[in-house]
């Protein structure tokens, strides 16, 4: 897909989170993460474990924690819309299937119940029809092992 060079300069908050989620995803970032933790815990004794020292690490991680949720739903919201868009596109190239479950995700939860009601009595279907195949065979087999 191409895009203006407007785009490219230009940064929203859908490409910081991406690039964050992407940073802040690899080990690298943990390791970081673990290291400044570390360097809290050892600089205790030296503020004598005070209240002002506690506070640091709980506003840091506070604060670290609460930005880290958007960044998490945002990266989730994309993931979902990209995963349903491919889904989509299985379901219209595909004959047999039904169209109708496209835009599911847009259906209410009591449309969503009775399509996943319609799918589990297929699959119960398709069991019986198992059963049924494999009695048929095996009836089969002593037929003939009786003659």
């Known amino acids: 897909m191409r895009r203006d060079d407007k785009d490219e300069t230009k940064w929203t908050f859908s490409k910081l989170a991406h690039a964050a989620s992407a940073t802040l995803g690899k080990s690298t970032a943990f390791a970081a993460a673990c290291?400044?933790?570390?360097?809290?815990?050892?600089?205790?004794?030296?503020?004598?474990?005070?209240?002002?020292?506690?506070?640091?690490?709980?506003t840091g991680t506070t604060i670290i924690t609460f930005l880290m949720v958007f960044l998490v739903q945002n990266t989730q919201n994309r993931d979902a819309r990209a995963l349903h868009l491919k889904l989509d596109e299985l379901l219209r190239s595909v004959k047999q299937a039904r169209n109708n479950l496209i835009d599911l995700e847009n259906c209410t939860d009591e449309e969503i119940d009775r399509i996943e009601r319609q799918f589990h009595a297929l699959k119960n279907r398709e069991e019986r029809k198992k059963v049924n195949n494999t009695r048929g065979s095996q009836s089969g087999r002593n037929d003939k092992a009786k003659a």
């Open 35 to 58: 290291a400044i933790i570390i360097f809290w815990a050892l600089t205790g004794p030296v503020f004598g474990y005070s209240d002002t020292w506690q506070l640091i690490v709980n």
